[in-house]
Nanobody
Framework: EVQLQASGGGLVQAGGSLRLSCAAA????????IRWYRQAPGKEREGVSC????????YYSHAVKGRFTISSDNAKNTVYLQMNSLKPVDTAVYFC??????????????WGQGTQVTVSS
């Protein structure tokens, strides 16, 4: 059974940092594209980043490029999203998901539960 466990959310002041983790079980994360989405209250879900570890491909949305860094630890079967220079507009529930590609404009095949990120001004 494919499982994704997101963690690492919390409350941080603007300008601060958080690192989200997405632990995979039931499959090898290196063989998939691992995506991060976020959804703020009253807004549509937004794909923010993606990594395909097997080929070293990464993607960032315009909103987070230069501030967020996605990485993977194959030994731990975990993907990380390092979020720096956080802004109040980054406040959302963050989800990790898995699929065969980084087409984050659409839904993914497998989803984990969300982790709340709140950035105070």
């Amino acid at each position: 059974e494919v499982q994704l466990q997101a963690s690492g959310g919390g409350l941080v002041q603007a300008g601060g940092s958080l690192r989200l983790s997405c632990a995979a079980a039931g499959f090898t994360s290196n063989d998939y594209a691992i995506r991060w989405y976020r959804q703020a209250p009253g807004k549509e879900r937004e794909g923010v980043s993606c990594i395909i570890p097997s080929i070293g491909f990464t993607y960032y949305s315009h909103a987070v490029k230069g501030r967020f860094t996605i990485s993977s630890d194959n030994a731990k079967n975990t993907v990380y999203l390092q979020m720096n220079s956080l802004k109040p507009v980054d406040t959302a529930v963050y989800f990790c998901a898995a699929d065969s590609d980084c087409a984050v404009e659409g839904p993914a095949e497998y989803w984990g539960q969300g982790t709340q990120v709140t950035v105070s001004s």
